[in-house]
C-alpha cells in the first residue's frame, strides 16, 4: 500500500490547520507551505520523503511531521535571546538549495563548506531549533565569529556513537542519534582525522539527511556502488535532505566526487 501526494496533502492540511494560519501547496515542488499570518513566518514540508517513511513508519511518520511543524512555528513566535544559551549554540548542514534569507528578508548567518553544501547556525530549544540570522545578532550586539567559535566548540562536545557494519569487504560506519546535528559533526575536524587514521583504504563519506553521516571505508571497487545506494537510500527517505552526492576527504580537505557506472567514482570539478 502506498500513499499518494494528494492523500498527504489532505492528512497534513487538516492536523495543521488553525488560526492565523495560511497553508498553500506548491504542485511542482509536492511541498506545503504552513504560515502564521502574524508574523508572515512559516515552514515548507516536502513530501515525498515523508510518504517514504510513511510506508516503513505509517502514522508515526505523520505524527513526528507534525510535532515538528508545531514546535517551529511555535519558536518563530516566540521572543527568542541568545544571552545565557550560549552553550546551545550549534552549526547545522543544508543543501545549497536551502534559503538565505528568512521569510521577512533578513540575512541569516551562513558560511560556505562545500559545492553542494552551506553551514548555517541555530539556537537549539529542546524540542526544535531557530535559525540565527544578522536581526538576532544585532539586537544582542554580539558578532557573527563568536557564534561561529561558539558552534564550533559545542559541536566537538557532542558524543559520537558509530555503528559499523561491513559489506563484500568494505566497513560502513554510521552515526544516527537523531540530535539534530548527526550531519552537522562532518564539521568536526577531529572526528574527520580520526577516521582518516583508522581506515585502510580509501576515506568517503556521506551526509545524505540531516539525521544521518557515514564514513565508509572503501576497499575496492564495489564498496563505491554500496555506498551510493546506501546515500540515495537515506537522500529520499530524509525528513530534511542534505546531497546525494559523497566526498573523498583527503589532507583536511572534502571533495564532492560522483559514483558512476562501474564503480568508478569521478571527482566533482
Excluded at 511542482?28 to 510506508?55: A, C, F, H, M
Excluded at 560556505?112 to 536581526?135: C, K, P, Q, V
Excluded at 562536545?157 to 539534530?180: E, H, M
Excluded at 560522483?258 to 570539478?269: C, S, Y
Amino acid at each position: 500500500m502506498k500513499m499518494s501526494v494528494t492523500t498527504l496533502k489532505k492528512i497534513l492540511e487538516q492536523r495543521l490547520a488553525g488560526d492565523n494560519r495560511k497553508i498553500t501547496f506548491n504542485r511542482d515542488k509536492d511541498e506545503l507551505r504552513v504560515e502564521d499570518t502574524k508574523i508572515k513566518k512559516g515552514i515548507n514540508i516536502s513530501l515525498p520523503p515523508i510518504i517514504g517513511k510513511w510506508e516503513k513508519e505509517r502514522d508515526h511518520a505523520i505524527d513526528e511531521v507534525v510535532y515538528y511543524v508545531e514546535e517551529a512555528l511555535k519558536a518563530m513566535t516566540s521572543s527568542i535571546e541568545l544571552t545565557g544559551q550560549e552553550k546551545n549554540i550549534f552549526p547545522v548542514i543544508r543543501s545549497t538549495s536551502f534559503p538565505k534569507r528568512t521569510d521577512t528578508g533578513g540575512e541569516m548567518l551562513v558560511d560556505e563548506h562545500t559545492a553542494e553544501t552551506r553551514i548555517y547556525y541555530a539556537l537549539d530549544l529542546g524540542n526544535t531549533y531557530r535559525l540565527i540570522d544578522e536581526n538576532m545578532l544585532a539586537k544582542e550586539n554580539w558578532e557573527p565569529n563568536m557564534i561561529r567559535e561558539m558552534a564550533k566548540f559545542n559541536l566537538r562536545s557532542l558524543a559520537n556513537p558509530l555503528k559499523k557494519d561491513s559489506v563484500r569487504g568494505n566497513d560502513f560506519y554510521f552515526l544516527n542519534t537523531n540530535d539534530g546535528y548527526d550531519a552537522s559533526r562532518i564539521l568536526n575536524e577531529n572526528l574527520l582525522k580520526e577516521m582518516e587514521e583508522k581506515v585502510e583504504g580509501k576515506l568517503a563519506i556521506s551526509i545524505p539527511h540531516q539525521d544521518v553521516l557515514i564514513f565508509a571505508d572503501i576497499k575496492n571497487d564495489i564498496g563505491y556502488d554500496i555506498l551510493a545506494q546506501m546515500t540515495m537510500s537515506f537522500f529520499t527517505n530524509g525528513a530534511i535532505p542534505i546531497t546525494a552526492l559523497s566526498f573523498y576527504y583527503e589532507d583536511g580537505k572534502l571533495e564532492p566526487i560522483f559514483i558512476m557506472a562501474k564503480n568508478r567514482p569521478i571527482r566533482k570539478e
